[in-house]
């Protein structure tokens, strides 16, 4: 099954690749990049953020 849907895989990029030029697969891959960096930032900030809890004075 995971043969079947890499080679449909394959022949989907091969086709944007000529007959848009990759427009498509680039688009896609851009999303995926941007999304990526977004979740590393957020996952970022929440390490900062409880970092700065725990080492608050406590009352």
């Known amino acids: 099954m995971f043969r079947l849907l890499l080679i449909i895989l394959v022949l989907v990029i091969g086709y944007d690749a000529v007959a848009h030029q990759g427009a498509y697969t680039r688009e896609a891959w851009n999303a995926v990049t ?15 953020r409880a970092r700065d809890d725990t080492n608050a004075p406590r009352n």
């Open 34 to 48: 941007r999304l990526t960096g977004s979740a590393i930032e957020g996952a970022k900030g929440l390490g900062e």
